[in-house]
């Protein structure tokens, strides 16, 4: 099992962090690991080790994943269709067209960083590959710096891949733009000082 895997689990089980499939309807979405497995890690495979999240019973199903596509394609202006349309795509494990329709939610809004966060997600956890989830996490903080989800999974990888200098740097850019009080940001202060 990777050793960005182990963290991600660990941090999960503390509820710190959260991914992609949270509830729309919260603004600091918990999440939970399920049973994880080894296995392949390819994308079709990886359903085995998939995280699922809080929040997310509402999307499961064909029958959703239709309701909320449909409701995609009749509303295309629509932030919150598209982000909610990528969330079932990806909660019916289909990480390509999740992908698109988060794409889509950025065209419409660039300046949010949750859809930036959720593909990064998608590249950590269902495709195995943290470097191009870090540079989506970059980009969760540069267009969304009020993200903190996103400050949390800059510096986990940054952490991951012994780069404390970077992680430190965001962290102390994080703590410029988050609240003093935010949880978050209690996080990774504990996170740069304890893998130091």
């Known amino acids: 099992m990777k050793a960005w895997h182990n963290i991600l689990?660990?941090?999960?089980?503390a509820g710190l962090i959260?991914?992609?499939?949270?509830?729309?309807a919260s603004s600091h979405p918990k999440a939970k690991p399920t049973t994880s497995s080894g296995g392949s890690t390819s994308p079709t495979s990886s359903a085995s080790k998939r995280i699922l999240h809080v929040g997310?019973?509402?999307?499961?199903?064909?029958?959703?994943?239709?309701k909320y596509e449909s409701a995609a394609s009749a509303h295309p202006h629509s932030y919150q269709a598209q982000l909610a349309a990528g969330t079932a795509a990806n909660v019916n494990s289909h990480p390509h067209q999740a992908i698109q329709y988060w794409n889509r939610a950025i065209h419409l809004n660039p300046h949010q960083g949750r859809p930036y966060e959720y593909i990064g997600n998608i590249y950590l956890e269902t495709y195995n590959n943290p470097h191009q989830a870090l540079a989506w996490y970059k980009k969760a903080v540069t267009y969304?710096?009020?993200?903190?989800?996103?400050?949390?999974?800059?510096?986990?990888?940054?952490?991951h891949f012994g780069n404390m200098t970077a992680a430190k740097k965001y962290a102390a850019q994080a703590a410029?733009?988050?609240?003093?009080?935010?949880?978050?940001?209690?996080?990774?202060?504990t996170l740069v000082s304890s893998s130091s």
């Open 9 to 13: 689990v660990v941090l999960l089980s």
């Open 18 to 24: 959260a991914g992609c499939g949270q509830s729309q």
């Open 56 to 66: 997310t019973a509402k999307y499961q199903g064909s029958a959703n994943l239709h």
């Open 144 to 159: 969304g710096p009020s993200y903190d989800f996103g400050w949390y999974r800059v510096v986990q990888l940054e952490v």
């Open 176 to 189: 410029k733009v988050l609240p003093a009080n935010n949880k978050i940001l209690k996080s990774l202060q």
